[in-house]
């Protein structure tokens, strides 16, 4: 037998029928974007098609089952299970917890697209709406609150809450999403399935953090380019990829208590200073008054926006837009599942579910709502032609240039700068820790993976966006996510299946429905 000394030696080994398998697989895919970029950028964006031709109603129907289970976990019977040891106390503390949270999931995104999305829904509005018009602007600036809300959150929820369990309740000893598949899985074929999920596993996040950084990077580059008065070339767009790789490569290095929590306390003082700074500099009330009719048409319209198809007229807007985010944020369960679940330890079920959706979706609302309301105060009231802007010279100089056009301009992009740079980073390192720790074994949930496991994830994740970069195209952007998703939508299913049947094997006979009753006896003595 080991001794304890030697189980405090021991590292995690490398599951190279994991490994092997995952890195093949982005290679064959990463290396013909970089060497046939026109022609692999077409087979990509006509496979996106067919998926979402063929499966919008699936994405779509997944979305709402999420919200659903979630909030049967949060107001069932369940809600008290505490995922953890009794009277443990949590991991992490709340401020901690949710900054974590917030910058691995949503990351350097949010920015890409909070002053730009809006300006999409202007030119091709949803639901038959005139261009142009008064109540274009109020639901171009209310889709982005849907997009990044309450389905989002629950996409992230519904694989965070058996991860956690399988850590901290069935004391699982590895950190791995096929683990939390045990309770829905047979018996008989079960370690060749759980391989496959932990590939898919891989691909998806691969996929998922590919358009991250796919966004990220010319956003980045933009706003260089436009604070040093410079052209923006692909040399600019490759150097921020390095330096990228090189700043959450070292985050990685350090490991996730070191490197990843003090990136994500940097991210919300950062985040918040610059949101208070465009909300009082910019069009204060033009601003809260359009957030508030916001959340009056978002929740009005909930069931209906996050349910339309378009069966009739066959537009292209919901499979382009929602079918998009529902498949972006599905792709990026693998990793923030694992991420939520690995540091939610000594919550209940209703706090994890409350704390994710809850933070989530006020951080989230808060970005959208200040940053799209300045820049539809600009095109509304013809200060600047956004529109213009996104037609000409792309989504990523949007948000550069609406940027510079706030007081004191190149101090404002400098600092946007700054806050992209390490919101990317939180992302990425965060993505990279929970591959190696996908691709490893004989890992016990307090280890970390080997640091060349996770340097080697983020050269990786670094070369997938270098071939994006060559095809330049958003179209590419958006067709590998909805690709690296498809696989993961059964193993949604399944690790909602595995808590479900977890949780009444362990908890059921303690929380059976309240039931009343007087003994026979009693009835007679009180007859």
């Known amino acids: 037998m080991r001794s304890p000394a030697d189980e405090e030696l021991s590292v995690p080994e490398v599951d190279w029928s994991v490994f092997t398998p995952a890195l093949i697989v982005v290679l064959l895919f990463a ?36 919200l659903l289970f979630c909030g049967w976990l949060a107001f069932g019977r369940f809600a008290h299970v505490k995922l953890g040891a009794p009277g443990e106390k949590p991991e992490y503390s709340d401020g901690h917890w949710v900054a974590m949270m917030f910058t691995a999931a949503i990351g350097a995104s949010i920015i890409a697209w909070g002053f730009a999305e809006p300006i999409f829904y202007l030119q091709t509005p949803p639901l038959g709406i005139e261009v142009g018009s008064s109540k274009s602007f109020e639901w171009a600036h209310m889709y982005p609150m849907l997009h990044w809300g309450l389905v989002p959150w629950a996409f992230y929820t519904v694989p965070a809450i058996p991860i956690a369990y399988m850590l901290y309740v069935k004391k699982s000893p590895t950190l791995r999403i096929s683990s939390a598949c045990d309770g829905a899985l047979p018996m008989r074929g079960r370690e ?142 693998g990793m923030v599942g694992l991420f939520f679940g690995r540091i939610s330890r000594g919550r209940t079920i209703r706090q994890v579910v409350f704390g994710i959706i809850g933070w989530g979706c ?128 059964p193993i949604v299913i399944l690790l909602c299946w595995s808590l479900v049947r977890w949780l009444n094997q362990d908890f059921g006979p303690l929380v059976n429905p309240k039931e009343l009753s007087l003994h026979s006896e009693q009835l007679k003595s009180n007859s």
């Open 192 to 333: 060749g399935i759980k391989t496959a999920i932990d590939i898919f596993i891989v691909l998806g996040i691969v996929s998922g953090v590919a358009t991250t950084l796919g966004l990220g990077v010319p956003l980045l580059s933009a706003m260089i380019s436009t604070l040093f008065d410079a052209q923006d070339t692909v040399a600019i767009k490759l150097g921020v990829l390095f330096l990228w790789t090189a700043l959450f490569g070292a985050s990685v290095f350090r490991g996730l208590k070191k490197g990843i929590k003090l990136l994500a306390d940097i991210n919300i003082v950062l985040g918040g200073a610059a949101l208070l700074f465009v909300l009082f500099v910019g069009p204060t009330l033009f601003i809260l008054d359009l957030t508030v009719n916001s959340i009056g048409l978002m929740f009005n319209n909930f069931l209906a926006t996050a349910t339309w198809t378009d069966p009739i007229d066959k537009s292209s807007f919901p499979k382009d837009w929602t079918g998009f985010y529902w498949a972006w944020w599905i792709a990026y369960t």
């Open 31 to 66: 290396i013909p974007l970089i060497v046939f970029p026109q022609a692999a950028a077409d087979s990509v964006t006509a496979l996106r098609d067919m998926i979402m031709n063929n499966f919008l109603w699936l994405y779509l129907l997944l979305g709402m089952g999420a």
């Open 362 to 489: 006020l951080g989230t609302w808060l970005f959208l709502a200040i940053m799209g309301g300045y820049s539809l105060y600009l095109e509304a009231n013809g200060h600047m032609s956004v529109t213009d802007i996104l037609n000409n010279q792309g989504m990523s100089f949007v948000n550069a240039l609406v940027i510079n056009n706030l007081p004191y301009g190149k101090l404002t992009l400098f600092v946007f700068c700054i806050l992209i740079l390490v919101f990317g980073a939180t992302t990425i390192d965060s993505s990279a820790y929970v591959l190696a720790s996908v691709c490893a074994k004989n890992m016990r949930n307090d280890q970390e993976p080997q640091r060349w496991t996770r340097m080697t994830w983020a050269v990786l994740l670094a070369l997938v966006t270098a071939g994006i970069i060559q095809s330049g195209a958003l179209d590419v952007v958006t067709s590998i996510t909805v690709v690296g998703s498809l696989p993961l939508v």
